[in-house]
């Protein structure tokens, strides 16, 4: 998957708790994002970053935070998980914003 | 809505035959991007079509792009078994320099061998 990991792959949790999603790559490539998937919603931004400390929020943000301390890694945590936030979570990484996209395997979370 | 939806939704085709999925998007473009997705793994990206282009290339993948309709068509030739799998269409919204790429529900795509 262009050199992306999603750490963990699958994690359930429950609701209230703080939940820390780990992408990492190794193409350096300068983009970064955060998506989920939920059926009947396709995939929907949440947050993205240009470079190291630079992040902006997507279409979904609300209940989301990200960091990006080195361009290698790209953090999602849920600060309070609520069932809302039960979803596939993807990160994604790209050259040029917004194209040719390159994404991981996914995480599956439940937020029980 | 979402920008980007994709008809039909559900395709059953024999191995061999040609599969046609369509999208429509609502505003103004700077480029289409068609993604595939199999089962439990993440999208990956088949082809982009720039707004001043009007058909494109890729193997097996035809793609067209008219603009005036706001419409976008990707053609799979010859199709395999190997091609059961979900097709995504992707727009940006031309609307700034934001990270938002708008991605339809997708066409399920699966070619009986």
């Known amino acids: 998957d262009a050199g992306i990991t999603q750490s963990p792959r699958h994690k359930v949790t429950e609701t209230g708790t703080p939940v820390t999603l780990r992408c990492h790559q190794t193409?350096?490539?300068?983009?970064m994002y955060w998506y989920r998937q939920d059926p009947g919603h396709g995939l929907r931004l949440i947050h993205y970053s240009y470079g190291v400390k630079d992040t902006d929020k997507g279409e979904v943000s609300d209940g989301y935070s990200v960091s990006r301390s080195k361009t290698e890694d790209f953090l999602l945590t849920l600060e309070s998980a609520t069932s809302s936030q039960t979803s596939v979570y993807f990160c994604a990484i790209s050259v040029v914003l917004r194209e040719k996209l390159f994404f991981g395997s996914g995480t599956q979370l439940s937020v029980l | 809505s979402q920008q980007g939806e994709e008809d039909p939704q559900a395709l059953s085709i024999q191995e061999g035959e040609n599969a046609t999925m369509n999208c429509s998007y609502k505003t103004s473009i700077n480029n289409l991007q068609w993604y595939r997705q199999n089962s439990g793994r993440g999208l990956v990206h088949l082809i982009l079509i720039r707004s001043n282009e009007r058909e494109k290339h890729s193997g097996r993948l035809r793609v067209t792009l008219d603009t005036s309709k706001k419409s976008s068509s990707l053609l799979i030739t010859a199709s395999r078994a190997a091609d059961t799998a979900s097709y995504f269409c992707?727009?940006?919204?031309?609307?700034?320099?934001?990270?938002?790429?708008?991605f339809g529900q997708g066409t399920t795509l699966q070619v009986k061998p």
């Open positions: 992707a727009t940006d919204d031309n609307s700034g320099n934001t990270g938002k790429l708008i």
């Open positions: 193409e350096n490539h300068r983009y």
